[in-house]
């Protein structure tokens, strides 16, 4: 038996980014965490133990910090594609991804130079430049969303196992991550479009009647392909996190939808893509 290397990439994770833009107008913080990966002619640092070709992951965090000063003064995605740009310029590196979490920071009030941490979400992106392109995904992640009503589940199979009541009247909650593609070669003006696309999902969430969870993905994710040109395909990963009404008719105490017990675990764990036909 003979043993041969196969696919393998290897880079900095959990880098952690804060730039301050600084304006006569206040101040505005950037906070990112960012990680690179490298693919490409590094073969031998695996079975020879030649580092002759290995950029050291901790050049690619200076990195990061030095390419932050020039280049983060837009979108993240523009941002991690000057990353891509820089490592390509070595030639045993085919393939460069950085993958960047933004944190939002808003301001207090109407002081110029002081914060909240902003936790309802996340901002998100995967570039992944080559010599023959770039591939860009943006997205969104850890945002809790609600309806208290306009949400239903049944006409689902029963068996013996089967509990779960029907319903065609109860609370839905969910922590939304979605990432879309960006077709390749469009002209994005990324961070209008993150805006644009998460005004939707949201929006859509709020305006529809959800029978399931499988098609409240289906009704969101056609709605920002058809509403977003530049945007290819959208994959959504929707938990179910359930809210049962509490059991206080017991105590002879009424519940008419208003008290429940919120979990988390276990949940469903619904996941599909959109995309372009």
């Known amino acids: 038996m003979t043993a041969e290397l196969g696919p393998n990439r290897y880079g900095k994770s959990a880098i952690r980014l804060v730039r301050v833009d600084r304006s006569d107008d206040g101040d505005r913080v950037r906070d990112l965490t960012v990680a690179i990966a490298l693919e490409g002619d590094f073969a031998a640092s695996y079975v020879d133990g030649d580092n002759s070709l290995v950029v050291a992951t901790d050049t690619m965090k200076n ?31 085919s393939t460069v991804t950085v993958s960047i979490d933004e ?20 901002r998100t992106c995967v570039v992944a430049s080559t ?5 860009v995904d943006a997205g969104i992640a850890d945002l809790v969303v609600m309806k208290t009503s306009k949400s239903a589940f049944s006409g689902f199979p029963r068996d013996e196992f089967t509990t779960l009541a029907e319903t065609e009247d109860r609370l839905l909650a969910t922590k939304v991550s979605a990432v879309w593609r960006y077709l390749d070669g ?10 644009a696309v998460s005004r ?5 969430f709020a305006e529809h009647f959800s029978v399931s969870v499988q098609a409240s993905i ?3 994710g056609q709605a920002i392909v058809e509403r977003h040109p530049e945007v290819a395909e959208i994959t959504m990963t929707l938990p ?14 009424a519940n008419d939808r208003q ?17 372009r036909s």
């Open 200 to 204: 939707t999902l949201l929006d859509v």
């Open 218 to 220: 289906w009704i969101i």
């Open 259 to 275: 008290v429940y017990v919120s979990t988390t675990e276990p949940h469903g764990l619904i996941q599909a893509t959109v995309r």
């Open 63 to 93: 990195t990061a910090y030095a390419l932050a000063a020039e280049h983060l003064t837009g979108a993240i995605e523009t941002y991690a594609a000057a990353l891509g740009r820089h490592f390509l310029e070595d030639s045993q590196v």
């Open 186 to 195: 469009a002209s994005v003006d990324y961070d209008a479009s993150f805006e």
């Open 240 to 253: 179910n996190l359930h809210h049962w009404l509490a059991d206080i008719e017991r105590f002879g105490i």
């Open 131 to 135: 010599r023959d392109g770039v591939a």
């Open 103 to 122: 944190f939002a920071w808003r301001p207090i009030g109407s002081a110029p130079d002081a914060f909240t941490r902003d936790r309802t979400s996340t």
